[in-house]
T-cell receptor, first 108, second 113 residues
Framework: LAKTTQPISMDSYEGQEVNITCSHN???????ITWYQQFPSQGPRFIIQ???TKVTNEVASLFIPADRKSSTLSLPRVSLSDTAVYYC?????????FGAGTRLFVKA | ETGVTQSPTHLIKTRGQQVTLRCSSQ?????VSWYQQALGQGPQFIFQ???????GRGNFPPRFSGLQFPNYSSELNVNALELDDSALYLC????????????FGSGTQLSVL
C-alpha cells in the first residue's frame, strides 16, 4: 500500500490560492489519488479524485505529474470556512489508508 | 449530506463493557468500511464489509467485530472496552460500481471511562 506524506500544517489568508502537495512514491499502477476534507467532529468529505494529469471540479483542482509520485491539491480563493484538515489518499483495493493530513488554517 | 447515518452520535461506556455502533449506508452502496479516529489523528481502517462478508481488516484485535445486513446497513461491535478505545468511530459506504469513493457519516463519539 502506498504511503503518503504531506505537510502537517499550512496557514493562508482569505482570497488566496492554496496548494497542498502530497508525495506517494510507491503508488501502484491501478491506484487512484483522492483528497478528502474533514471538519472537527465530522466525517471526511470527498473533494476530488484523479489518476493522472489534471482534474478540476467546482471546488478544487488536482495536478498529477507524469510519474504520479506526487500530487497537488489546489484550492482557489480560500475562505475562512475552508479551515479544515485535508487528507491525501492513494486508493487501490479495499483498504483506504489515511495519513495524519494537513491542517489548513485560513485567516481573515 | 452523504446519506450515511450513524447512531448513536455520542456514547459513554465504562472499561470492560461492550458496545454496538450502527450505520446505514447510502442508497445503492453495497460496501461499508469502519474507521477509528483518535483525537488529532487520521482515521484508522478497522475493516470493510462487502455484500455481508468481511472483505478486509486493519490492525485491530478480534474484540472488534462487525456485521453487514442484507440491506447493506452495518454494525460495529467492540467487546471488553479499553480506555484507548475512546475515539470517533466513522462509517463509510461505497460501491465498486461508482468508483470506490467513500461517503462518510458524521460518526459516533465513544468515551470509555
Amino acid at each position: 500500500l502506498a504511503k503518503t506524506t504531506q505537510p502537517i500544517s499550512m496557514d493562508s489568508y482569505e482570497g488566496q490560492e492554496v496548494n497542498i502537495t502530497c508525495s506517494h512514491n510507491n503508488i501502484a499502477t491501478n491506484d487512484y489519488i483522492t483528497w478528502y476534507q474533514q471538519f472537527p467532529s465530522q466525517g471526511p468529505r470527498f473533494i476530488i479524485q484523479g489518476y493522472k494529469t489534471k482534474v478540476t471540479n467546482e471546488v478544487a483542482s488536482l495536478f498529477i505529474p507524469a510519474d504520479r509520485k506526487s500530487s497537488t491539491l489546489s484550492l482557489p480563493r480560500v475562505s475562512l470556512s475552508d479551515t479544515a484538515v485535508y487528507y491525501c489518499l492513494v486508493i487501490g483495493g479495499f483498504k483506504t489508508i489515511f495519513g495524519a493530513g494537513t491542517r489548513l488554517f485560513v485567516k481573515a | 449530506e452523504t446519506g450515511v447515518t450513524q447512531s448513536p452520535t455520542h456514547l459513554i461506556k465504562t472499561r470492560g463493557q461492550q458496545v454496538t455502533l450502527r450505520c446505514s449506508s447510502q442508497s445503492g452502496h453495497n460496501t461499508v468500511s469502519w474507521y477509528q479516529q483518535a483525537l488529532g489523528q487520521g482515521p484508522q481502517f478497522i475493516f470493510q464489509y462487502y455484500r455481508e462478508e468481511e472483505n478486509g481488516r486493519g490492525n485491530f484485535p478480534p474484540r472488534f467485530s462487525g456485521l453487514q445486513f442484507p440491506n447493506y446497513s452495518s454494525e460495529l461491535n467492540v467487546n471488553a472496552l479499553e480506555l484507548d478505545d475512546s475515539a470517533l468511530y466513522l462509517c463509510a459506504s461505497s460501491s465498486k460500481e461508482v468508483g470506490e469513493k467513500l461517503f462518510f457519516g458524521s460518526g459516533t463519539q465513544l468515551s470509555v471511562l
